[in-house]
């Protein structure tokens, strides 16, 4: 498929295509689409589905470009991880384009997860994360493994802010073992908060991308939203509760029991992780691997598991990912 989008003027033009064509490069890696600048537009040319994420991209950049809203490195990502797919009948006025792609993609579009950012919805890409997204809304307990890039807390955080805005549940509770990855990083200065704040931050980092920074201080503040480790979850009982475990490959067998407990009436469960990345000293001790043994068959529980093929990230990690699985250790 080709498609021409036109560029805007000025400064703006700098702002979608970035400095150097970085933009442009970044968008050419992580899509495999091929960009080309001639004169005041852009020619893209690759699968249709690829060409019409980018598309939606650059729609985001030059948007954000007349707003004087500048994207940094890190949002371009997100953008590229959360664009959906558009098919030829779908691509906005302006845009001219040719068909020469023959294969007949039979995926459809996955559910939106309407969040609180205005115009921003949360889109599954792959259908291992639409399986992954059909869990969240159908069970109570859903486990997801798959390695780094995959989406896998990314769209447990967006199915349960969308959650909280529906009124399905009336808090989220976002929870992380405070496990060092193979660093020993020694005395932290500070209170409890600032101790514990970087093993949390990852979390904070997707609930930025969902909700504004003011909104997240207010819902925190009134107790709708904790972002808290593990530990700090022992006698707890939770109702009405979205409850997400991140990064459970590190927890131990005791800690998953007493986290899985932990569920109250009319809550929900998440648990995701990846058993390529256990911190532990004994690796044989995760809890994550240990629940899947335990509840691969339990009704009511879902299992997904991503993999490369769901990676949303740059191009290369999908790569790097592929590399370590095929290289024994």
């Given at each position: 498929?080709?498609?021409?989008?036109?560029l805007?003027?000025g400064?703006?033009?700098?702002?979608v295509?970035?400095?150097?064509?970085r933009?442009?490069?970044?968008?050419?890696?992580?899509?495999?689409?091929?960009?080309?600048?001639?004169g005041?537009?852009?020619?893209?040319?690759?699968?249709?589905e690829a060409?019409?994420?980018?598309?939606?991209v650059?729609?985001?950049?030059?948007?954000?470009a007349?707003?004087?809203?500048?994207?940094s490195?890190?949002?371009l990502?997100?953008?590229?991880?959360?664009?959906g797919?558009?098919?030829?009948?779908?691509?906005?006025p302006?845009a001219?384009?040719t068909?020469?792609?023959?294969?007949h993609?039979?995926?459809?579009p996955?559910?939106?997860?309407?969040v609180?950012l205005?115009?921003?919805?949360?889109?599954p890409i792959?259908?291992g994360?639409r399986h992954?997204?059909?869990?969240?809304?159908?069970?109570?307990l859903?486990?997801?493994?798959?390695?780094?890039?995959?989406g896998k807390?990314?769209?447990?955080?967006a199915?349960?802010?969308?959650?909280?805005?529906?009124?399905?549940v009336?808090?989220?509770?976002l929870?992380?073992?405070a496990?060092?990855?193979?660093e020993?990083?020694g005395?932290?200065?500070?209170?409890?908060?600032?101790?514990?704040?970087p093993?949390l931050?990852p979390?904070l980092d997707a609930?930025?991308?969902m909700?504004p920074?003011?909104?997240?201080?207010r819902f925190?503040?009134?107790d709708?939203?904790?972002?808290?480790?593990?530990?700090f979850?022992?006698g707890?009982?939770?109702?009405?509760?979205?409850?997400i475990?991140?990064?459970a490959?590190n927890?131990?067998k005791?800690?998953m029991?007493m986290?899985?407990?932990?569920?109250?009436h009319g809550?929900?469960?998440?648990?995701?992780?990846d058993?390529?990345q256990?911190?532990?000293?004994?690796?044989r001790?995760?809890?994550?691997?240990?629940?899947i043994?335990?509840l691969?068959?339990?009704?009511?529980v879902?299992?997904c598991?991503?993999g490369?093929a769901d990676?949303v990230r740059?191009?290369?990690?999908q790569?790097?990912?592929?590399?370590?699985?095929d290289?024994?250790?």
């Amino acid at each position: 498929m080709e498609l021409t989008i036109k560029l805007p003027e000025g400064p703006d033009r700098v702002s979608v295509t970035g400095p150097g064509e970085r933009n442009l490069k970044i968008i050419r890696e992580s899509l495999g689409v091929a960009i080309s600048a001639r004169g005041d537009a852009l020619r893209l040319t690759g699968k249709s589905e690829a060409v019409g994420r980018a598309a939606q991209v650059l729609d985001r950049l030059g948007e954000a470009a007349r707003h004087d809203r500048p994207i940094s490195h890190e949002q371009l990502l997100d953008l590229i991880a959360t664009a959906g797919s558009l098919g030829a009948a779908e691509l906005r006025p302006g845009a001219s384009h040719t068909n020469g792609d023959t294969a007949h993609d039979t995926r459809q579009p996955g559910p939106l997860l309407d969040v609180y950012l205005n115009g921003r919805r949360v889109k599954p890409i792959t259908a291992g994360q639409r399986h992954y997204v059909d869990s969240l809304w159908t069970h109570d307990l859903t486990f997801c493994v798959g390695p780094a890039g995959t989406g896998k807390t990314y769209l447990a955080v967006a199915a349960a802010v969308s959650m909280l805005k529906r009124g399905d549940v009336r808090k989220l509770v976002l929870v992380r073992p405070a496990v060092e990855a193979g660093e020993k990083l020694g005395f932290l200065p500070g209170t409890m908060q600032d101790k514990v704040n970087p093993y949390l931050r990852p979390l904070l980092d997707a609930l930025h991308d969902m909700m504004p920074f003011e909104q997240i201080e207010r819902f925190m503040a009134v107790d709708l939203i904790e972002i808290v480790p593990l530990a700090f979850m022992r006698g707890r009982t939770l109702n009405d509760a979205c409850i997400i475990c991140d990064e459970a490959q590190n927890t131990t067998k005791s800690q998953m029991l007493m986290f899985l407990t932990r569920m109250g009436h009319g809550s929900k469960m998440v648990v995701t992780g990846d058993t390529s990345q256990i911190d532990l000293d004994e690796p044989r001790d995760s809890g994550l691997v240990d629940a899947i043994r335990r509840l691969g068959r339990v009704k009511g529980v879902a299992m997904c598991a991503l993999g490369a093929a769901d990676i949303v990230r740059h191009s290369l990690v999908q790569r790097v990912v592929e590399a370590y699985e095929d290289t024994p250790r």
